[in-house]
């Protein structure tokens, strides 16, 4: 007989009733007592459950101390005792590492092939949707069609073509209209009405042509259009989800909802309902013809829809998600801001990307000026606005608000921009002669979203409790 430590004969032998393994009994028992379990199968295992093995041996008489050869030996006896134990746990740790190290190799490796089998898929799916063919989705007149996803029909093209020639030739003759507000105007502006929280949880606030119809809707599928001069809403839209973007088209009321759908509504009433986004829409903007509206969503497309047979004209699928869209002034080009800091401008005849700059930061909004080389962007979380000049692709000025802003909107004339935030309102105002910026107005009034009243000699503020603010002279 063997110990199973040592590989020696046992002096004192003994055996295990669970596994049947002999042991030299002071080896086991050194073992039990730092470890509790058996050597070599790894189970459970006390002192009680050692039997002894009875063999004819010899007594051997105990050393009185060290200085006689038996009694070295038997010191040198107990250490080797101790490195055999410690040998043979580390080579039990040793194996055990060893199929740790194989098992976490094999797994790592299986994720690596599992990260580009997909990495790979995602590829081939980006590629086959933007090749794909989109399927219209709910219409006013309730048909299904199939959407070209990037050129516009040919009547809506030349509709683009005429506005753009028509609005760039008479542009820079363009003069500012008899009227309209000025910088010491705008210094004298205070609030003059107020109402109580009407649509909480509303993001956007649009203003009709002559000024004195607001827009607005809240989070519970709400929306209403409030009289300024009267100072009462005048009707009440169901929109049946969360309102997330509000626009005027003519006198009626257009409004985008977190389930992916525009609904069209005149007096009151519905008349036609658009959209095909898979996910909430984020912005909405009309096209300087007024034959076209384009809708933004987070399904990182933009939609083109025809006014007058109420279809989508063109969807466009772009690589990030939108956040906010506008049209510019000549109605020839379109702005996408995404998360991605990325500003993607697209040809609205065609489709095409006409070029792509880089704001730094997650796009929260963007206008473009009237003076037709200008437009303006927001930031998610900032307290500054970046002014841009499309000629020459890049940022030309960076106006410090010093609070976070939530939205801005230039003026008809181009000199103006206004930003909302929650820290206040103000207007900054460009003065072309001296080529310089300037604020006339700044406001301490919370603010979601703003936009222009009659003539720029008025704003209508959306507070963070979904009422309205009226500044006015």
Not at 204 to 222: Q, T, W, Y
Not at 303 to 308: A, C, H
Request: charged share 20%; proline share 4%; aromatic share 6%.
């Amino acid at each position: 007989m063997f110990c199973a430590i040592s590989g020696e004969a046992p002096q004192v032998p003994v055996a295990s009733r669970k596994s049947g393994n002999v042991f030299e009994k002071r080896l086991i028992e050194a073992h039990i007592a730092e470890h509790h379990t058996d050597p070599v199968t790894g189970e459970d295992l006390s002192t009680e459950d050692l039997i002894e093995l009875k063999s004819p041996r010899v007594v051997k008489p105990r050393p009185p101390t060290l200085t006689s050869i038996p009694s070295l030996l038997a010191a040198f006896q107990t250490e080797w005792d101790a490195v055999a134990l410690e040998t043979f746990t580390l080579k039990q740790q040793l194996a055990q590492t060893r199929q740790e190290l194989s098992t976490a190799l094999y797994q790592n490796d299986a994720a690596t092939r599992v990260i580009a089998r997909l990495a790979r898929e995602r590829d081939e799916a980006r590629d086959a949707l933007s090749k794909v063919t989109v399927s219209g989705g709910a219409m006013g007149n309730g048909d299904a069609m199939q959407v070209d996803s990037q050129e516009l029909p040919e009547a809506l093209a030349i509709k683009v073509d005429e506005t753009q020639q028509q609005l760039f030739t008479t542009r820079r003759k363009r003069p500012i209209p008899d009227g309209w507000a000025t910088g010491e105007v705008l210094e004298s502006l205070d609030t003059i009405n107020s109402t109580d929280s009407l649509y909480p949880g509303s993001a956007a606030v649009s203003v009709d042509e002559p000024g004195d119809l607001a827009l607005f809707g809240g989070a519970d599928g709400v929306a209403g259009v409030f009289s300024i001069s009267q100072q009462q809403v005048v009707h009440v839209l169901k929109c049946g989800s969360p309102v997330t973007a509000t626009a005027w088209w003519g006198s009626r009321a257009v409004v985008a909802t977190a389930s992916g759908v525009v609904k069209v509504f005149e007096n009151g009433d519905e008349v036609a309902q658009l959209g095909s986004h898979a996910g909430a829409i984020t912005a909405l903007s009309l096209h300087p013809s007024g034959a076209i509206l384009a809708s933004t969503g987070v399904d990182k497309s933009f939609i083109f829809y025809d006014l007058s047979s109420m279809k989508i004209a063109s969807q466009i699928y772009t690589d990030s998600e939108i956040t906010c869209g506008a049209f510019h002034v000549d109605g020839h080009l379109f702005a996408t801001g995404s998360p991605d800091g990325e500003i993607r401008i697209f040809d609205v005849k065609s489709g095409a990307k006409a070029v792509s700059l880089e704001a730094g930061g997650p796009l929260h909004g963007i206008s473009f000026s009237e003076n037709g080389t200008w437009f303006a962007t927001l930031e998610k979380g900032s307290t500054s606005v970046s002014v841009w000049d499309l000629r020459k692709q890049a940022a030309i000025k960076v106006l410090d608000i010093g609070s976070a802003i939530d939205s801005i909107h230039w003026d008809y004339t181009g000199q103006f921009l206004a930003t909302a935030g929650s820290g206040c309102v103000t207007v900054q105002q460009y003065t072309k002669a001296s080529k310089s910026w300037s604020e006339p107005l700044r406001k301490a009034v919370p603010a979601r979203d703003v936009a222009w009243g009659t003539n720029a000699a008025s704003l209508v503020v959306l507070t963070p409790d979904g009422g309205l603010n009226i500044l006015g002279a």
